[in-house]
């Protein structure tokens, strides 16, 4: 088994065309949550995270998972629509889970995946942060380790999840990797790929994970707030253009004195010979 962290940044390998494609950003998981679906590969990213060129690659295009780098066949790598749309391992990561008993475990901090044929073994128990400074504040506070099966009859929420009572394995993960290893070594003959046949497998059980982008509220149109903005600013420049049309009728009785005024003005310097 390996976790999902350790998979992300890993190099991609298309080893029929001896080229890196990249590094893994993202894992892309199965509504079903049963296995992998596929992996967001980035090419040429930045120091910062930023730019470069994302690909999506079908889990059945992986050939092997090694301890440097993962490698697909890039005859398979035909991306599909539907990848675009399937939960990824971010929004799996977090969600809290209790027993059906009561008994709160703790939230999602990792995936565990088979790497011999992408099958989603588990999901490692965490500690959230409110769980984290009780511990350092009691420090006798029992503490679980382990993983939920993902196999189990998982009821999936919002936030929360309800699990089987012996859905719980306890130890760490690395403790059952034996078991995965008897089973890789049957399906390594060059011919096999094992990847393909469980990514084309059809589901045992209906979807039970979704995008958190999913679940959200749509966001409020704007168009019943713009024909506001739009009339609040045109009543200002309505008032200025009455403003300035009616400059000119205030000044004009203005003037109009000045020229009344002006000739008896001139008739009086007339008048006086001196």
């Known amino acids: 088994m390996i976790k999902g962290s350790q998979l992300l940044g890993r190099s991609v ?54 301890p440097d780098a993962m490698t697909v066949r890039g005859s398979s790598m035909q991306e599909l629509a539907e990848l675009d749309n399937l939960p990824r391992m971010s929004d799996i990561i977090g969600h809290k ?29 965490g500690e959230g942060v409110r769980s984290k400074l009780e511990s350092i504040f009691n420090p006798q506070r029992p503490r679980v380790h ?34 995965e290893k008897a089973a890789a070594a049957k ?15 059809e589901s045992t059980r209906p979807s039970i994970w979704t995008r958190r982008t999913d679940t959200r509220a749509p966001a409020e149109p704007k168009t019943a707030i713009e024909p506001l903005l739009k009339t609040e600013t ?3 420049v309505e008032n200025y253009q009455r403003a300035e049309e009616a400059k000119p009728e205030i000044s004009l009785p203005h003037r109009d004195d000045e020229a009344i005024a002006t000739p008896p003005k001139n008739q009086s310097e007339s008048a006086n010979p001196l």
Do not use: C
Not at 104 to 113: A, R, S
């Open 13 to 66: 390998i298309d080893m029929e065309a001896a080229e890196r494609l990249g590094k893994i950003k993202e894992i892309i998981v199965q509504r079903d949550g049963e296995r992998v679906a596929g992996f967001i590969v980035l090419h040429g990213e930045s120091i910062v995270g930023s730019g470069g060129k994302r690909r999506m690659i079908p889990a059945s295009a992986v050939y092997s998972i090694g």
């Open 97 to 125: 889970m209790v027993t059906q008993s009561g008994r709160l475990l703790g939230v999602i901090d990792d995936m565990l995946v088979n790497r011999a044929d992408g099958t989603i073994v588990g999901f490692i128990v």
């Open 146 to 179: 382990g993983y939920v099966r993902a196999d189990a009859d998982l009821h999936v929420g919002k936030d929360l999840i309800v699990v089987p009572d012996n859905a719980l394995i306890e130890g760490e993960p690395s403790a059952h990797e034996a078991d």
């Open 187 to 201: 399906t390594s003959e060059a011919d096999s790929h094992p990847w393909e046949e469980r990514a084309l497998a």
């Open 234 to 236: 045109a009543r200002p």
